[in-house]
């Protein structure tokens, strides 16, 4: 569980037990309700990550909402947008392995996660990892509910792949940007798993695997 939870849960919990105390038990009940709900959105799982060369995992858990080619920079990228509600895991994970070279915050709007005009006017961290030779671009947007963006590697800190790096608190989205070449194994409606589902092989790796899931996984 990400420790922010006790900083939300811990204020519900006394302002339930002080009412319940000076009124009626009852009363204490939605403050309960509410703290128990924090403590599950705030929960961390550990997962699986795949060892297959190339691969780049999932940042966040969610719903791919859109695999399109974009232009960034006058450079043609494909971006995977994934949709987190508030039902999913928010804690963010590193997409492959590298150093992280740019931290770039920008200020912005609480545009529905799932709007198209998010991806570039509502706050958001843009961070960029090179690794291997490749270079990677996942963004952290805040959607309609969410009001803090948290990133904790700082420029030049290595990251593995699938390694914990942040969350976005409440509703909101993660952006991909990949390299021309890399070979995308998800679609728009797939829902998946941070750092547990393969979202894309890059170039010059062996793209002979296919789907959501490492050879291991595809052996059992």
């Known amino acids: 569980m990400v420790r922010d939870a006790y900083l939300y849960a811990v204020p519900l919990i006394a302002g339930g037990t002080l009412l319940g105390g000076l009124t009626r038990p009852w009363w204490a009940i939605p403050f309960f309700l509410n703290a128990v709900f ?10 699986e990550i795949p060892q297959d060369p190339g691969a780049l995992v999932s940042p966040a858990d969610g719903k791919v909402t859109d695999v399109s080619p974009v232009t960034i920079d006058n450079s043609q990228r494909t971006r995977i947008s994934i949709f987190l509600s508030v039902f999913d895991v928010h804690v963010n994970r590193s997409p492959i392995a590298g ?5 770039q915050y920008q200020q912005g709007r609480f545009l529905d996660a799932r709007s198209k005009l998010c991806a570039e006017q509502n706050e958001q961290n843009i961070v960029t990892v090179e690794g291997d030779g490749h270079t990677v671009i996942f963004k952290q947007i805040a959607g309609l509910l ?3 963006i948290v990133f904790y590697p700082k420029v030049g800190d290595r990251v593995e792949r699938g390694q914990r790096v ?13 390299e021309p070449g890399a070979g995308v194994k998800v679609k728009v409606g797939d829902r998946v798993r941070g750092g547990s589902s393969v979202l894309a092989y890059l170039s010059g790796a062996d793209l ?9 996984e595809r052996a059992r």
Do not use: C, H
Not at 208 to 216: I, K, L, Q
């Open 38 to 47: 924090i403590f599950w959105f705030f929960r961390d799982p550990e997962r």
């Open 99 to 103: 150093s992280i070279t740019v931290v």
């Open 146 to 148: 969410a009001r803090r």
């Open 166 to 178: 942040g969350l976005i608190k409440f509703g909101s989205r993660v952006d991909v940007l990949l």
């Open 208 to 216: 002979v695997t296919a789907g959501n899931f490492s050879a291991a």
